[in-house]
């Protein structure tokens, strides 16, 4: 980035000596020589800014994949989040617009790098001509970045008060259409659109108040980068008039004026700007990736191992539902105990692909799960959170999934609750048959799963067993 700029300051430079040279004297041969020197200039330049961009793009998004990444492996972790609840939507708008604005903070390693070496090449040519010029060139870089940083002061606390509103905005957004249905069951719909309105409204403004901050701080820089420019132009024409410079000189000082205005008030704006926004958004990542787990540690592998072989073997059907128990569940490795919730997420896509990368292994855990009767299953789209799939199919298609994953220990929570009592029947027996010499155990009361039950608990006396085995895994 730094090349291309200055081969930008380079062209008046290039110019001015072929005025001197070529134009005044009247020799055309050397008019051709530089006019070759120009295109090289303007050829080194094209490369320049080609690779600077790619190499600074590409960062950028490694930058921001990084961070959604982090933020991503921070939500799903099993350990969960202590504290405060935190909403889908504000958490989807950290691991999204908060992390791309952090990823723009890889401009500061480059643009106000170019930046700066452009105002310093600028000042060594300005010094060839006038010292004076060379030093006040060198001395606006400063007075812009001092003038940018205390105009960027509201900036950036409303960058702060913008993101929060509208990670509150989203939040509300994704609540409502998760819960639509229910919604228009209670009649509600007036009262959520009102709610809606109001945290929208507040996005809106403070989203407002930011942008007009960033314009107020866009304007200083660029009216500050202007008559700066514009008077070291000025100078320059009146040396020119006293005859301390050449008419090549001139058109020297003139052009790196022109070429100067864009590094003088970038310069400023990126390291206040792009700053401000930066650290709004990067202190909400840093809030969420140092918040404190809900469950300290998982079990270690002596006492998950200890808890697997105390469970009977086979299909265990407990009966009754224990919050504490399956909170100790939970807190097994996810390697080799899977906890299947009762309501559990299906992402946009097909049903095979919500089920197992391998399209074999997804087809058979399908068939496992009595999914043969969804049109066009498995390559049917099933929409955001499986919403073109009824409530059974949703059912089915998640316990595929569990099915797929084949840990050694399953253990699924009111899995068949959907579902008439005759698929309720084939999904029991095919479950039986495909983990046979396996733990399963199957939160459930239906006659069903008694039917095919190798052993039967009472969800109590499972929870004593966990506690027993699992003391001191939970901090």
């Excluded at 009102?194 to 407002?208: F, I, L, N, Q």
């Excluded at 699924?412 to 029947?425: F, G, I, K, M, R």
Aim: charged share 20%; proline share 4%; aromatic share 4%.
């Amino acid at each position: 980035m730094a090349v291309g700029f200055l081969c930008n300051g380079l062209t008046p430079v290039v110019v001015g000596r072929a005025v001197d040279d070529a134009i005044a004297t009247g020799r055309l041969n050397r008019l051709w020589l530089w006019i070759g020197v120009l295109a090289c200039v303007f050829l080194v330049a094209m490369v320049a800014n080609w690779t600077a961009r790619f190499m600074l793009v590409r960062s950028q998004q490694l930058v921001s994949h990084d961070l959604r990444t982090a933020v991503t492996d921070r939500i799903q972790d099993p350990r969960g989040f202590a504290g405060r609840e935190r909403t889908a939507g504000g958490l989807l708008s950290i691991a999204s617009s908060d992390t791309t604005r952090v990823g723009d903070i890889v401009m500061m390693t480059v643009m106000p790098v170019a930046e700066a070496a452009a105002i310093t090449y600028g000042a060594a040519m300005m010094f060839t001509i006038n010292p004076w010029l060379s030093l006040a060139t060198l001395v606006g870089g400063p007075v812009l970045v001092i003038v940018a940083l205390r105009v960027a002061r509201p900036l950036q606390r409303r960058s702060v008060a913008r993101q929060q509103a509208i990670a509150q905005a989203a939040a509300t957004a994704t609540d409502v259409v998760q819960g639509l249905r229910i919604l228009k069951g209670l009649g509600a719909i007036v009262t959520v659109r009102r709610r809606y309105d109001e945290v929208s409204d507040d996005a809106y403004r403070k989203t407002v108040h930011a942008d007009a901050a960033e314009a107020r701080l866009n304007g200083a820089t660029e009216a500050t980068g202007a008559v700066f420019v514009s008077t070291l132009g000025l100078a320059a024409g009146a040396l020119a008039l006293a005859g301390h410079v050449t008419i090549g000189e001139l058109i020297t000082v003139v052009g790196l004026t022109q070429f100067l205005v864009v590094p003088m008030t970038m310069f400023g704006r990126n390291i206040a700007s792009r700053w401000a926004s930066a650290e709004a958004s990067g202190r909400r990542i840093r809030e969420v990736l140092g918040a404190d787990f809900e469950r300290v540690s998982e079990a270690d592998a002596a006492t998950t191992e200890r808890f697997i072989r105390a469970l009977p073997s086979g299909l265990t059907v407990v009966d009754g539902t224990d919050p504490e128990l399956i909170r100790l569940l939970e807190s097994l490795p996810r390697t080799r105990v899977a906890v299947v919730p009762h309501a559990a997420d299906l992402f946009d896509g097909s049903v095979a692909d919500n089920v197992h990368p391998d399209r074999a292994t997804a087809e058979h855990a399908l068939r496992v799960a009595c999914c043969d009767d969804i049109p066009d299953s498995p390559d049917k789209r099933v929409g955001e959170s499986g919403r073109m799939l009824s409530g059974g199919q949703r059912q089915r298609v998640a316990l595929a999934r569990a099915i797929a994953f084949d840990p050694e220990v399953l253990v699924l929570q009111d899995p068949t609750t959907a579902v008439d009592s005759v698929t309720e029947q084939n999904l029991a027996d095919n479950i039986a048959r495909e983990r046979a010499g396996k733990t399963t155990i199957v939160v459930n009361q239906a006659p069903a799963w008694n039917a095919v039950a190798d052993a039967r608990l009472t969800a109590r006396r499972l929870r004593e067993t966990a506690e027993g085995l699992l003391v001191g895994v939970e901090g």
